[in-house]
């Protein structure tokens, strides 16, 4: 399947069949992605890989389970399964994400932050530190949280609502006074449709005890680190069509509300 070449810009990818996602090989500053995030918009939440195929392709990063049962976080090697109780608990390979993003996280730039640093503060130091806008970037800050607000999603059935209707009804959790690690990506606004442009951060206490996806933080003081990504591997699920760029603002504001709200 051609990609589209407005979409790659800086980034090359590489489109996967599904007898082609396991590999023998660690790759280097490289994402694996399974599906798009217009393919969850549209409610496909059917699992495609297992977490037993996902893990071959990083030891790092986000996404959501089968039918859409939860925040995934991946850190250390270790993934975990935020629930819409806000129970956190650790996966069993044999489970299944319809979406995903990981990598192997090799940090080459990092920085001590010093509080208090909100939400939209944060993005702005990672913007500085991070540099070209048109590049992925891996991000990860340890660090200690007065306050951090997160979510995560319920279960859904068939026939599954769109994406913009479950999360009008998402449990939401407010964290007090904890240690904590950020998880996510900043990805180019030319990916919009492919991944969320800008940033996308999950959230995990050190005693993995909460988390889920990120809404808003401060946070006293901590540790960025971030992985400027070259590759991106793409595995579409049958049925799952490559996306052309969509940068208009009506996407750009469905997926705001979806993200942010």
Known sequence: MPIDTALVGALHVEYLKKRDVRGDEHPHHTLFQTSTIDALLEANYDGDISFAELRTGGD???GTFDALDGEMIALDGDFYQVKADGQVQKVDERMKTP????TFFEPDMSESLAGPVGY?????????????ANVCHAVRVDGFFHYAKTRSVPRQR???PPLVEVVKNQPTFE???VQGSLVGFRFPDYAQGLNVPGYHLHFITDDRSAGGH?????????????DNETDLRLELPAGIDMVAPDSTASKKDLLDRIEKA
């Open 158 to 160: 068939k026939p599954y």
């Open 99 to 102: 979406f995903a993003v990981v």
């Open 60 to 62: 790092f990063g986000l």
């Open 120 to 132: 939209a503060d944060l993005c702005d130091r990672l913007d500085r530190i991070a540099g070209d």
């Open 175 to 177: 964290l007090r006074d």
């Open 214 to 226: 990120l809404l808003e933080c401060l946070m006293d003081r901590g540790e960025l680190s971030i």
